[in-house]
C-alpha cells in the first residue's frame, strides 16, 4: 500500500496550525516578514515556462524585440507565484522549507484547496530581477458549509519587490481549509 516513509511526508508538508475561528481571526494582519525568492528571474525558466504553455510573445523569447518595446525580456504573469516557491527538498536539508503563513493560521480542518488567486502588476518583471515577498492574512471567513465540507475561506495577500524594494505585483489568494466529511 505505498511507501509508508513518502505518505507521511506528504502528510506532514503542510505542517498545519490548528485552533479555532477566534485564534484564527486574531491573524489577520499578520506578515511573513520579507523573504528572498530562490532564484532570480531567469531566462531558462520563462523558455520553459512558455514552451508548457505555448505562449510565444517575443516579450518572452525575442531579446532585441523586448529590449525595444519593453526594456528587456519580461516574466510571464503567470510565473509570479512561482519565483516565489522553496525547493522542497535539498541535499543536506535538516529543517523543512518555510511554509506559507496560509497554511499557519489556527483553524480546524486538515485539507486545503485553492480557490482563486488574482495578481496585480504595478511595474515589468524582466530577466535579471531578483525579487523578495512578503505574505500577509487579509481574512478569515466564518464557517461555511460546501459540498467538500465545514471549514472556512483563509485570504492572504502576497507583496512581490524588486531588487529596488520596488513593488512590482501583488498576488491574492483563497484557500478553503475544511475537514473533509464534516457535515
Known amino acids: 500500500m505505498g511507501n509508508p516513509e513518502l505518505l507521511e511526508t506528504t502528510q506532514t508538508s503542510f505542517n498545519l496550525r490548528f485552533g479555532s475561528y477566534e485564534e484564527a481571526r486574531a491573524w489577520i494582519g499578520r506578515k511573513s516578514g520579507a523573504q528572498l525568492c530562490e532564484d532570480g528571474i531567469n531566462w531558462p525558466a520563462i523558455k520553459y515556462y512558455c514552451s508548457l504553455v505555448r505562449d510565444g510573445s517575443p516579450a518572452y523569447w ?8 519593453c526594456g528587456g525580456l519580461l ?34 480542518g486538515a485539507t486545503l484547496i485553492n480557490v482563486s488567486t488574482d495578481s496585480e502588476f504595478l511595474r515589468p518583471v524582466r530577466v535579471g530581477d531578483h525579487l523578495s515577498f512578503e ?45 473533509a466529511g464534516r457535515e
Do not use: C
Open 135 to 179: 505574505e500577509e492574512v487579509i481574512d478569515v471567513t466564518p464557517e461555511k458549509r460546501t459540498s467538500l465540507g465545514r471549514g472556512h475561506f483563509v485570504t492572504t495577500r502576497f507583496t512581490y519587490r524588486n531588487q529596488h524594494g520596488e513593488i512590482v505585483a501583488t498576488h491574492t489568494n483563497i484557500l478553503y481549509r475544511f475537514g
Open 75 to 108: 516574466a510571464p504573469p503567470g510565473m509570479l507565484f512561482v519565483w516565489s516557491m522553496a525547493l522542497g527538498w535539498r541535499p543536506g536539508q535538516t529543517e523543512p522549507p518555510a511554509t506559507l503563513l496560509a497554511t499557519q493560521v489556527p483553524l480546524p
Open 62 to 69: 525575442d531579446q532585441s524585440w523586448a529590449h525595444a518595446h
